[in-house]
């Protein structure tokens, strides 16, 4: 059982950068597919960013390319988040899932694991 914790969240202002934690407890997630979503109020959860097991293959949501960055620290077991640039319309809850199936997928049906979500505002 692996167990996911988010940190970092909070209140920015627009172009200003967050960097988001995600620390996994119970089992190493070295081997794991790693994942951001978010969700803002009366909208979806939507993917953001993925991150292979071995990070050799990551993706990101358009509307975040070239703003966000995800990473991963095996040896901390915890995968981030930097987020540069940020705009209001990043409001949202963001959540870090974890896949033991190791892909980089953009779907959330794929992730086993989910953390409880850190909730990030950017006023304009």
């Known amino acids: 059982q692996v167990q996911l914790v988010e940190s970092g969240g909070g209140l920015v202002q627009a172009g200003g950068s967050l960097r988001l934690s995600c620390a996994a407890s119970?089992?190493?997630?070295?081997?794991?597919?790693l994942g951001w979503f978010r969700q803002a109020p009366g909208k979806e959860r939507e993917f953001v960013a993925a991150?292979?097991?071995?990070?050799?293959?990551?993706y990101y949501a358009d509307s975040v390319k070239g703003r966000f960055t995800i990473s991963r620290d095996n040896a901390k077991n915890t995968v981030y988040l930097q987020m540069n640039s940020l705009k209001p319309e990043d409001t949202a809850v963001y959540y870090c899932?974890?896949?033991?199936?190791?892909?980089?997928?953009?779907?959330?049906?794929?992730?086993?694991?989910w953390g409880q979500g850190t909730k990030v505002t950017v006023s304009s």
């Open positions: 899932a974890a896949d033991r199936d190791g892909g980089a997928s953009m779907k959330a049906e794929n992730y086993e694991y």
């Open positions: 991150m292979s097991w071995s990070g050799g293959n990551t």
């Open positions: 119970g089992r190493t997630v070295s081997t794991y597919g």
